[in-house]
């Protein structure tokens, strides 16, 4: 190396130290300086605290880069199965949501309360003169076991279907069982949700449940399945995986698109009916085609409702608290919810429908949509 060379090394050597000194100092002088002046102790210079407080700010203060995310997110996956605080990893390719798997602080309570909440719903819609037919949603733990690979579930979680029929069997509430006879392979990998094999069956029975009240429809209503494409998780991108690498895994699921056409008699300016069936649900009743798939199972139009985070019963109070006319000439609500939000902690909305009864709180978990 010349001697010019070697002097434009050492100055740009010195530029990036200088640079980075500069970074670190603007760091510690700014936002970031309270956890290191508070980490500033005797103890902690002796046992290293205080280079660990000066680390951490300056590790946080670091750009970000989705590139460096992913591929970091992917090495923790495929050395150490890691898929984050919120998802736990099974079989290769198969995730699971924390939240269904593990046990949540008041839990028992939380379901008791809901089991009261459930009993008050099913009072208004008598008295309103609507059917309601309820489709719990049991965990992706329970629908898919051979997926977890010895996966652990809190006993809290894995009694939870168990407790809500138990403890609804008194209920004047005509419930959908889709667990039994569940078929194979009918749920994501990637995601907290069925697929199109699922969501079919699931509307089968929900049909067959409404037929048994309002009789068989007329509608004709056809299905158009699309080509499959590959659709990211939920799970996925809770994890930080959605661009991970073919060797880093998991990969997307394939998911095709189900719509329903509806043939609607009449002309443009005839008054026509509104739908008779009102489907208010979670993310689920928006997933993998299932409101299409229903209509096309009960010969009828459905009108979807649903809200992803609905949560319990989300959707049923606000239509009524807020618009109750959204009743108007419907003859059935199919009230759908995943049995994961049981023993979730109380909303505010279900507080006030129980009369502002005390109930035990915990931290809420991170939301799926």
């Not at 980075?20 to 100092?25: K, W």
């Not at 936002?31 to 980490?39: D, F, K, Y």
């Not at 194979?184 to 509307?203: F, I, P, Q």
């Not at 809770?238 to 509806?262: E, F, H, K, M, N």
Request: aromatic share 6%; hydrophobic share 45%.
């Amino acid at each position: 190396m010349t001697g010019l060379a070697r002097t434009l090394a050492t100055l740009a050597f010195l530029a990036l130290m200088f640079a980075g000194l500069a970074f670190v100092l603007a760091r510690l002088t700014g936002p970031g300086a309270a956890p290191v002046v508070a980490a500033a102790t005797v103890r902690n210079v002796l046992n290293g605290g205080l280079g660990a407080a000066v680390d951490k700010q300056v590790v946080a203060s670091l750009p970000k880069t989705e590139t460096l995310d992913d591929l970091a997110s992917g090495l923790s996956y495929l050395v150490f199965k890691d898929a984050g605080a919120q998802v736990r990893a099974g079989c290769p390719d198969w995730l699971f949501l924390a939240e269904e798997l593990t046990e949540v602080k008041g839990g028992a309570a939380h379901l008791a309360a809901r089991l009261r909440l459930a009993a008050r719903i099913a009072d208004d819609f008598a008295r309103r003169g609507v059917a309601l037919v309820v489709l719990p949603v049991p965990d992706k733990a329970e629908l898919a076991p051979e997926g977890r690979c010895g996966l652990a579930v809190a006993r809290q979680a894995a009694e939870r279907s168990a407790a809500w029929r138990t403890g609804s069997a008194g209920l004047a509430l005509a419930q959908v069982d889709i667990a039994a006879g569940w078929p194979k392979d009918a749920v994501l990998r990637t995601d907290t949700h069925w697929n199109v094999t699922g969501a079919r069956y699931a509307a089968a029975r929900v049909a067959a449940a409404v037929a048994a009240r309002l009789g068989p429809g007329d509608t004709r209503v056809t299905l158009e399945e699309g080509a499959s494409q590959p659709r990211p998780g939920d799970l996925m991108r809770l994890a930080g995986l959605t661009r991970t690498y073919p060797w880093s895994g998991p990969q997307p699921d394939l998911v095709p698109q189900v719509t329903a056409r509806i043939a609607r008699s009449g002309g443009l300016l005839d008054d026509v009916a509104g739908p008779a069936v009102l489907l208010a649900g979670s993310s689920y009743s928006l997933n993998s085609g299932f409101a299409d798939l229903l209509q096309a199972a009960l010969g009828r139009e459905v009108a979807q409702k649903s809200r992803e985070g609905s949560g319990f019963a989300g959707v049923l109070l606000d239509i009524l608290d807020a618009t109750p006319q959204m009743l108007d000439g419907v003859k059935l609500v199919v009230w759908e919810f995943p049995m994961r939000a049981l023993t979730q902690p109380l909303t505010d909305a279900e507080r006030r429908r129980l009369g502002g009864e005390p109930t035990t709180t915990a931290a809420p978990p991170g939301d799926v949509r």
